[in-house]
């Protein structure tokens, strides 16, 4: 009588097996990959808000606005003092290469800030000394503010150049004047302003030159752009550029997808470069050291994303491993810090930028296009290949990465044969069976 044996001893993976934990492990990779993408992207969307007024220079520099500030110059002219306006006009900037010191009066009359040889002095009895700390002037003025007091004054810098916010400047009312109201279409001249200015002493003890001295400029409306144009050509680049992500990764038009994705994604990095560097100049900042020690102190993470985006371009375009996953970041980063803190340019006339409004626009929409496209692109290719590996298949539309013919079957064994012996009908393979007699 015979029997079937049917106990087996310890059974190894086969090569399909293998194969199949090798994709499952890869299809969590990219997941993991992903997933981390869009968290750093919720978390920096949540914080740019706190990081973008960072970069603002003055603490309260605006971004744009639609009134031009402008100096006509200080008169009767004083030797040595010149006189600008800076950050689209939110502040005034008195330099005095002179030999005497020269004061700028505050809004009653007082001593508010003495210029001259020996530095920068602000007088702290002066209430203007405390309403212009910021643009909005709301500060509450202390017990020792009165302008009928003998100054006291405080050295604030060393330099012979102070900046301030000056409201005889600025339109400081909430809405439009009337003339604007009837007719926002149409640049209009809201004022001509004056800050009188006094020659100080002599710095031996000798008496103040009693000649009245004024900085002289206009406070003009200019009407804002038409931001709707703007918006759609940025869509309309967001979508082309973040499409590029649906290109297969393992073709050649995904090859060069990915290096285009690279190079657009570094013109963005230098196009926030150009446009952190002209607030820079704009705010004052004179030399290459003066524009570092602004980009430092005040645009730290416009600066960094750029550098970022420059690097991470270079990176895709060399085809690193993970380009998808930087690409997504950096792209992230670029638009969030260096383009969003900067879309007013689309809606403002009056810019912080020492060239033409017309080309800061043209920059940040690169910016905006560059950033949120790779970042787009980025995670769209990171799905498609947590999505391929899921599914167990390559992108090139061969099944088999072990490099076989397409067959599913075991390393080296013709097709529909098993491990364990010759294919049957249909492919089957035959159980292993052990033949032997009773006694």
Known sequence: MT???????????TASRRLTDRRSRGAAGWRALARTVLVLAGVLAGSVAGAVPAAAHGADAPAGTDYRTEVTGVFPARPGVTVRAIEAGARLELTNHGDRPVEVMGYSGEPYLRVGPDGTFENVRSPAT???RTIAGGSVLPPEADPAAAPQWRRVDRAPTVR????????????????????PDREHRVRDWAIPLRDGDDGAGGPAATEPVEI??????????????????????????GGLGLLPAGTRAGARALAGLGGLLAAGGLAAGVVIVGRELDAGAGGVGGVLVGLLSGQVWPLLTGLGALAAGGYALARRPAADFVLALAGTCLALFAGVGNVAAFARSVLPAPWPTQSVRVLTAVVLVAGAGAAAAGIFRLRAAAATSGSGGRVDGNDDTDGTDGNDGNDGDAPG??????????GSTAPEVALGSRG
């Open 3 to 13: 029997r079937v044996d049917t106990r087996r001893g310890p059974t190894r993976p």
């Open 130 to 132: 405390y309403l212009n």
């Open 164 to 183: 301030w916010h000056d409201r005889r400047a600025l339109w400081r009312e909430a809405g439009p004047p009337p003339e604007v109201r009837a007719a």
């Open 216 to 241: 002289r400029g206009t406070l003009d409306w200019v009407p804002p752009p038409d931001p709707y144009p703007w918006w759609v050509g940025v869509t309309l680049g967001l979508l082309a550029v």
């Open 417 to 426: 044969a098993g491990r364990g012996g010759p294919a049957g009908a249909g």
